[in-house]
């Protein structure tokens, strides 16, 4: 079953969550996701980084389509990233279209072929391999639209006023 939103939830929790993931992404992977919310933006999709699931998973990059889809992408920056953290299945039920974002010079053929391929650096993305489709359930689409669309007003009210 779903988390339901918690909208009591202080917006200071929130920013000490967002500090603490800069914290942890090095530069290489701050630039590869860059290049894959400008990919996103031109193929028409709302891009968010650093988005929490309903499953408490936190994904890399969500975008959101414009007509509801979703699609998820894992960074992986290097062969020690990629083979150290396998939660990534744990995110296929949370998108139309599931992706591997990586350098140019990142060894694709030791990727899992079974999902999509975007190569980014940053100044952006393009798609290697196309994702296959993977319909969510009705029920689970719209909780993640309402909790998307929350997360990135609340993300851009701390950009107009860092004080809250």
């Known amino acids: 079953m779903a988390e339901m939103l918690n909208l009591e939830q202080p917006l200071s929790k929130l920013i000490r969550e967002d500090k603490k ?3 942890l992404r090095t530069p290489k992977t701050i630039e590869v996701t860059r290049g894959i919310c400008r ?3 031109n193929m028409g999709y709302a891009p968010l980084v650093e988005f929490r699931l309903p499953n408490k998973r936190r994904v890399d990059v969500i975008g ?10 894992e960074v ?3 062969v020690a990233d990629y083979k150290g ?5 744990d995110y296929l039920a949370y998108c139309d ?7 140019p010079d990142f060894p694709n053929e030791i990727l899992t ?4 391929l975007i190569t980014a650096d940053k100044f952006g993305g393009v798609i290697c391999r196309e994702a296959p489709t993977n319909q969510m359930t009705t029920k689970r689409r719209k909780y993640q639209q309402i909790k998307f669309a929350l997360t990135a007003a609340h993300r851009l009210q ?7």
């Not at 953290?85 to 299945?89: E, G, L, S, V, Y």
């Not at 279209?97 to 350098?103: D, L």
């Not at 701390?158 to 809250?164: E, G, S």
């Open 21 to 23: 993931q800069n914290l």
């Open 39 to 41: 990919c996103f933006e």
């Open 64 to 73: 959101l389509g414009p007509s509801g889809d979703f699609i998820i992408v």
């Open 76 to 78: 992986k920056v290097s």
């Open 85 to 89: 953290d396998q939660k990534w299945p």
């Open 97 to 103: 279209q599931f992706y591997f974002g990586v350098p």
């Open 113 to 116: 072929p079974n999902f999509g």
């Open 158 to 164: 701390r950009l107009i006023d860092p004080k809250i």
